[in-house]
Nanobody, 127 residues
């Protein structure tokens, strides 16, 4: 089972940028769809972005399209989330996760299809 560790969160003013990283150990992520999710206090965990294995395709929730970019570096076993134009409503704990089976993309926006998860990194956007 892979272990995932997120980094790069922090406090930023509205309009600013952050780059989150998620590095895996224990197995390669090359054959796995990877996702970023977020969870604000009192709310359910929600999908943010996903990137497929192989012929890479990316997916985004509507609220981050045009502002966030997900990418992967399989040689570094790492997935990134570049976040530009941050808004106060982006404030959340951000989690990365690996799809629970390799070579799969079905339901890549649904948290229940992902395991394992990282421990999360806090992103706070001030107005």
């Amino acid at each position: 089972q892979a272990q995932l560790v997120e980094s790069g969160g922090g406090l930023v003013q509205a309009g600013g940028s952050l780059r989150l990283s998620c590095t895996a150990s224990g197995r390669t992520i090359s054959w796995y769809t990877m996702g970023w999710f977020r969870q604000a206090p009192g709310k359910e965990r929600e999908f943010v972005a996903a990137i497929t294995w192989g012929t890479v395709t990316t997916y985004y929730t509507d609220s981050v399209k045009g502002r966030f970019t997900i990418s992967r570096d399989n040689a570094k076993n790492t997935v990134y989330l570049q976040m530009n134009g941050l808004k106060p409503e982006d404030t959340s704990v951000y989690y990365c996760a690996a799809y629970n089976t390799p070579y799969s993309t079905t339901g890549a926006t649904m948290p229940r299809n992902f395991a394992p998860w990282g421990q999360g990194t806090q992103v706070t956007v001030s107005s």
